[in-house]
């Protein structure tokens, strides 16, 4: 059909939500080799028109409030040219210890958010 199929928007929220993290000076390997995982315990996304193969797409990805027990990341997909806003959403995230247990935030994470708000 030569449209993007639906499931292919949450791995475009995958990428955006680590170029987010690296942007504010979170490594997602390093935060793993930590032993602070970030799984995805609630995905959602609305569809307003469907890219097309080979579309040039942007993703903007924001976090708009400090993590409390779960990070909330959001998510714009708009159609480079012309300008058409394509799909948005949001994933929330746990904060995980390796032994699978959940966690507060941690520090670094804190506070790499908040003075990412702050700016």
Known sequence: ???????????????GRTELLNSIGLNVSEIENQGIFLPVVLA???YNKGARFEDKITIISKINELPKSR?????????YDPIEKIAFGFTEHAF???????TRPPKIIFDSIKHNLEA
Do not use: A, D, W
């Open 1 to 15: 059909m030569g449209v993007v199929y639906y499931s292919r928007y949450f791995e475009y929220f995958e990428q």
């Open 44 to 46: 959602h996304c609305e």
């Open 96 to 102: 995980m210890k390796k032994n699978g247990k959940p």
């Open 71 to 79: 990070l909330k990341i959001n998510y714009l997909i708009t159609k």
